[in-house]
């Protein structure tokens, strides 16, 4: 493909995604196939002759669409959102075509450079206190992690570094073995398994921290852990308090943990994956008070800030503890504006070696929508949310299970966890809208979350219609064959 049929191909792509966006409404949105269904529609082996355009184009409708589930639907309900846009969309586009790997400030400095600005942007957009932000010369500052789970594990994994070295120079006599052995990592019962693998890929011990009965973790229950623990000769080093937590978006008590966590020298880290977009609106930023305590800090703008996937910003109060872990300069990566280039590198920020022009994305959204734009949408997600919840309350067969606070509904019929699963069965069987549970304590509970761009009150109104129709028609047939239950 040259130059001359990029142009005319790339035209013929736009169209068909901006159809495909436009419409979606119209497909349904869990596909209808099995496992395996792919590998029977196309070649054994690559082919060796190469193939048209025109070939590869008409079989995305034959053999990829449809095993696609369609997350940007008004009527996908799963998960969390993903965010999406035609602005982010074009950035991305851009981002490919210059194709730099931006791991030093040599390597591309635009690249460097804007990641930092836009991080900066965004820490004043949620209100971040001035110690996470980079400015001219401060010590803090944010980087792009690909995922949440990778933003945990970097914290973690500074600190385990800057403890074992404060350890270390306490008590010489220990090697760092035995120092390893003894760390604890913290997070709530509630916490998302990512916190897990990453005390697992730090090969460190990790406990939870048991939520009270709104599902948050309060001062006195992290107190009483960490006494425990340190009794038993144990070192703790790291917290990680979720804002917006995975099963039903609740809270962790930041104001009370965070002196814990001070006082004890424990690196306090905040994962706010999903509920971090929501702090750029006045009226839901009381719910970070208390991030002045921490460490570091996280939120995914590709979940709600209309950025796609991969865009998890996060913020250190002081980078030197991150490029202490992690810095390595071989020569073949140093270059002569090391100490003069804003952050030397933000290759000492993350994983990999490499990144991607991932700030671009944040750019075009941040300045096509304004930050009333972006307010605009979270507070619209945030109303139908209240508009289903509204509809649950109604209908005496059914309970809400968790505080409404975003965007999220976790409900379910009153009765048994069988009944429920039957339910959310007999709502995924049909393929009008996708939804999936969660445990809150013993009980099997359904979660609607407010996830498309493009969702309307009348797509709420469908599904709760949907919802209702199915639990008439489940609790017909419920009752004559479990009439003991």
Same mark, same amino acid.
């Given at each position: ?19 495909? !966006? ?17 590998? *029977? ?24 669409? *449809? ?86 594990? +970097? ?8 403890? +074992? ?6 008590? *010489? ?36 921290? *048991? ?5 948050? %973790? ?6 009483? %852990? ?27 008590? !930041?104001?009370? !943990? ?83 280039? !804003? ?143």
């Amino acid at each position: 493909m040259d130059a001359a049929e990029f142009r005319k191909r790339g035209k013929e792509m736009v169209d068909y995604v901006a159809d495909y !966006l436009e419409k979606i409404e119209k497909r349904q949105v869990f596909p209808d196939v099995e496992p395996g269904y792919l590998r *029977p529609l196309i070649a054994d082996c690559a082919p060796q002759d190469p193939e048209s355009f025109e070939d590869v184009f008409r079989d995305i409708e034959k053999i990829i669409m *449809p095993g696609v589930t369609h997350w940007h639907s008004p009527y996908f309900f799963a998960y969390f959102p993903a965010a999406s846009s035609f602005p982010a969309l074009l950035a991305d586009m851009l981002c490919g075509g210059i194709g730099c790997v931006g791991f030093s400030w040599a390597a591309s400095p635009a690249c460097t450079e804007l990641e930092t600005v836009m991080l900066d942007w965004l820490g004043k957009m949620v209100n971040l206190p001035e110690e996470f932000l980079a400015g001219k010369d401060g010590q803090g500052g944010g980087v792009i992690q690909g995922s949440a789970s990778e933003a945990t594990l +970097i914290a973690l994994l500074a600190a385990r570094t800057k403890t +074992i070295k404060q350890v270390q120079s306490e008590k *010489p006599e220990l090697t760092e073995a035995e120092i390893m052995g003894r760390l604890v990592a913290y997070a709530s019962d509630q916490a998302h398994s990512s916190v897990e693998r990453a005390a697992l890929i730090g090969a460190v011990k990790i406990k939870s921290v *048991p939520s009270d009965e709104t599902f948050s %973790v309060c001062g006195s229950a992290l107190k009483k %852990v960490l006494d425990e623990d340190k009794a038993a000769g144990l070192i703790p080093f790291f917290f990680c308090a979720t804002l917006g937590t995975t099963p039903c978006c609740s809270f962790d008590k !930041l104001l009370e !943990l965070g002196p814990i966590c001070n006082k004890e020298n424990i690196w306090m880290h905040i994962d706010a994956a999903y509920a971090g977009s929501a702090f750029i609106c006045p009226e839901f930023r009381h719910l970070l008070n208390g991030v002045e305590f921490a460490d570091s800090f996280n939120f995914n703008p590709h979940k709600w800030l209309l950025v796609n996937f991969d865009c998890s910003a996060m913020w250190v109060k002081k980078r030197s503890d991150l490029i202490g872990a992690f810095k390595l300069e071989p020569l073949y990566l140093q270059h002569h504006h090391q100490e003069s280039a !804003l952050l030397s590198g933000l290759q000492h920020w993350q994983i990999p070696l490499g990144r991607r022009f991932r700030s671009l994305k944040l750019w075009f959204v941040l300045r096509m929508y304004g930050v009333k734009g972006l307010q605009e949408h979270i507070r619209k997600h945030i109303r139908l949310s209240h508009q289903f919840e509204h509809l649950v309350l109604q209908d005496e067969r059914f309970e809400i299970c968790a505080e409404v606070v975003l965007g999220l509904v976790c409900f379910r019929l009153k009765g048994s966890n069988e009944l429920n699963e039957a339910l959310l069965k007999s709502i995924n069987d049909a393929k009008k809208i996708h939804l999936v549970p969660c445990h809150l304590r013993e009980k099997f509970v359904l979660r609607f979350a407010i996830c498309s761009r493009t969702v309307e009150s009348t797509h709420i109104k469908f599904a709760w219609q949907h919802i209702s129709q199915l639990a008439t028609d489940l609790l017909k047939t419920w009752g004559q064959n479990h009439h003991q239950q």
